[in-house]
């Protein structure tokens, strides 16, 4: 019995051990959604996308008439003169109240005209969300790839020292049989010394990397937080990439970026609409009603009238319409549409220059993904050689042929040489992605 309980204990503190020590993973569509649904500057975008909609409600609720009801209640105290020509003291109480409405039939068609107004500023603003989630979804998979690059690079270099140390036990060997001169040993040693500096600016890098994309998560860093390294796609000779204006023609018709300025130059071409609708009159309807009651009145035999015949007696009706006819502002009203007219350009250039960056963007991603494709071709040639040479100058170092020097320069250059692989595979692999995504093609790896 008690050495099945110091099994059960101990089971369960191993598997407290496990769970205290194990990575916190994160997967990009991890990252993504998990962004998407946290981060503030997207919360923010989405309360803006609110107050548009509550904007546009307003507006058509302004096509409705307004109903006011007035209430007052009035206390006299004083002499007042009667109809028999004589004066008595008059304490009274007066109660007065009504309703209005009042209903706009024309205004130079500005309700309307702000209606649509409102209208293209709500699509306006779920493009802005819409191109927030992309801005946010692009820099995290830079980010991801940033850390998967790190990692490739402190494997190489972890590498890099374990074939060093296996180097310098075997030339430590041989300084000690006296078929090597210790200056070769030092040699060996000063590589080593600085491979492992390496692997330490490397590890580095990868923290700073994690650190960055825990930041863009905004969640606490810690140790424990790391990213799964994912299936990456294969740079072969197959390889392409698609043409700029090809996906130019395709994202220009459904980027959200675009879309918002279309919506924002429609909106002004509404907001020089209104502004020349005040030149026209406003055709108002109203129509109210009043009554009130005193508890002095009397009828002509001296009887006090009560609330219901008061009621029925003093109520008065009215309606009717008005016409405000503008004549002479101060010029303020021409200055209005000179000023709405200036926006509209304004923001028709505003979409011909996103149009332009959008295809500055792609073109930008094209060029490089086919530099990064070449350079990876030519560098992939170039590890090829360089591990064949560290090979030979290794076999030739084992048995003195040449100098230590001679072999740490062929392995700094196998280092550099894969390094640079890693650099121009993930440029690739990462400017591959961004033109997908102007496709419409969501990013996964």
């Not at 692009?138 to 490739?152: D, G, H, P, V, Y």
């Not at 300084?175 to 600016?201: K, M, R, T, Y």
Request: glycine letters at 4%; charged letters at 20%; hydrophobic letters at 40%.
């Amino acid at each position: 019995m008690i050495r099945t309980i110091f099994t059960l204990a101990y089971l369960l503190l191993m598997a407290l051990f496990a769970t205290l020590h194990a990575q916190d993973l994160w997967t990009l569509d991890k990252c993504i959604n998990y962004a998407l649904d946290n981060n503030i500057q997207i919360k923010q975008s989405t309360l803006n996308t609110q107050y548009q909609l509550n904007m546009l409600k307003e507006k058509k609720n302004s096509r409705l008439p307004n109903l006011n009801g007035q209430a007052s209640q009035n206390l006299n105290f004083g002499r007042s003169l009667t109809y028999l020509n004589t004066y008595e003291n008059v304490n009274s109480a007066q109660t007065d109240f009504g309703l209005s409405t009042q209903l706009t039939v024309f205004q130079g068609l500005q309700i309307n005209n702000t209606i649509k107004k409102t209208e293209f500023d709500l699509k306006a603003s779920f493009e802005d969300l819409a191109k927030a989630k992309d801005d946010l979804s692009l820099n995290i998979a830079s980010t991801f790839l940033e850390i998967l690059f790190a990692k490739e690079l402190v494997k190489v270099s972890e590498d890099q020292i374990i074939i060093t140390n296996q180097q310098l036990k075997q030339s430590q060997e041989k300084v000690n049989a006296g078929s090597l001169a210790s200056g070769a040993l030092l040699e060996i040693e000063a590589q080593a010394a600085s491979e492992e500096l390496n692997i330490v600016d490397a590890n580095n890098q990868l923290q700073l990397a994690k650190l960055k994309l825990a930041q863009m998560l905004e969640i606490v860093f810690t140790d424990k937080f790391d990213v799964e390294i994912p299936i990456l796609p294969e740079i072969g000779a197959q390889s392409s990439v698609t043409n700029s204006q090809d996906v130019y023609l395709t994202a220009v018709k459904q980027r959200p970026e675009i879309r918002g300025a279309e919506y924002r130059f429609q909106s002004t071409e509404m907001q020089l609409k209104m502004a020349q609708g005040v030149f026209y009159p406003t055709l108002s309807f109203y129509a109210n009603y009043y009554n009130n009651y005193n508890n002095k009145y009397k009828d002509i035999k001296g009887t006090s009238i009560s609330f219901g015949d008061q009621f029925s007696n003093n109520q008065r009706k009215g309606l009717g319409l008005q016409l405000n006819i503008p004549i002479f502002n101060r010029f303020l009203t021409k200055l209005q549409v000179d000023n709405a007219k200036i926006q509209t350009l304004t923001t028709q250039l505003d979409l011909e220059g996103t149009k332009k960056v959008l295809r500055q963007e792609i073109e930008t991603a094209q060029t490089t993904a086919i530099t990064s494709f070449n350079r990876f071709k030519s560098t992939e040639k170039a590890v090829t050689s360089m591990q064949e040479a560290f090979r030979y100058s290794e076999e030739k170092f084992n048995v003195g042929m040449v100098n230590a020097v001679d072999y740490n320069l062929a392995k700094t250059n196998l280092l550099k040489a894969s390094s640079d692989l890693l650099r121009a595979k993930y440029e690739f692999i990462f400017r591959s992605k961004i033109l997908d995504f102007y496709k419409g093609i969501p990013i996964t790896l």
